[in-house]
């Protein structure tokens, strides 16, 4: 253990909570890019540095600014309180507690670990793209059409309506049923 | 105490505390982050046996972190894309909006 995984640690558990419990949505997104940046210190520290900077370009340079695009754009104006449903932290903390007693035990009782038997030799970038591009090449193509896939279906489910478009559809500028 | 055991509850911490939001939050936008924090969490415990698996093999833990990165991408757009759909139907992101199929 050592100081650089105590620091990002503590910066991901603390952006992590402060994610899932400050009020305001905003707010939240702020303390989501915390965990992001911290997560990506603790790979930069466990020698994947690839992976650590892969970690600060898609999330925080995409998915949290995504984020909070979309929390801006459902701003209603009247406030959506309150923020957690009635009982939510005592059903959320119930369940994540069993799980919690679960994983501690599983990883507390975990004996029989062998040590790497050869010291370790970390792939550069380089030796990434030429395992990209050979032994990985058909994970890689098929991720290619997964984002395509995905992002052709979300331009579809994001676009605005027409008018007597599909069915079930509420035409726009109407007020929704309820 | 093997040297991956730090990283391994650290990932269950953040995976506990993403998994009580998730369920506990009345936002839709809110709950994805929840989901994003579990499965960031399952990116951290790769890393980790990538680093101190007894397995000498140099890059296929880092790959598989890697396209589980990708996927979380997909997962994102796609989740927000159907949040902004969502909004569009009841003017609300509250998961309590979206209760039309409830028996």
Partial sequence: MTPWFLLFGGLVVVGALGAMALRNPVHCGLSLVVTFVGLAGTYLDLGADFLGLAQILVYVGAVAILLVFVMLLTRTGRGESPEVRPGGWWWGGLVAALVAVGLVGALASVSGWKPRSEPMTFPTVRDLGVALMTDFVLPLQLVGVVLTAAMIGAAILALPERRGGRVGRTPKGEEPEQ | ?103
């Fill in chain 2, 1 to 103: 105490m093997n040297p991956a055991q730090p990283y391994l509850f650290l990932a269950a911490a953040l995976f506990i505390i993403g998994m009580a939001g998730a369920l506990a939050r009345r936002n839709a936008i809110l709950a994805l982050v929840g989901i994003e924090l579990m499965l960031n969490a399952a990116n951290l415990s790769f890393v980790a046996f990538w680093r101190h698996g007894p397995h000498p093999d140099p890059q296929t833990g880092l790959m598989f972190a890697l396209f589980s990165i990708a996927i979380a991408g997909a997962e994102a757009a796609v989740g927000l894309a159907l949040i902004i759909a969502l909004f569009r139907h009841r003017r609300s992101v509250s998961l309590e909006a979206a209760e039309s199929l409830k028996g």
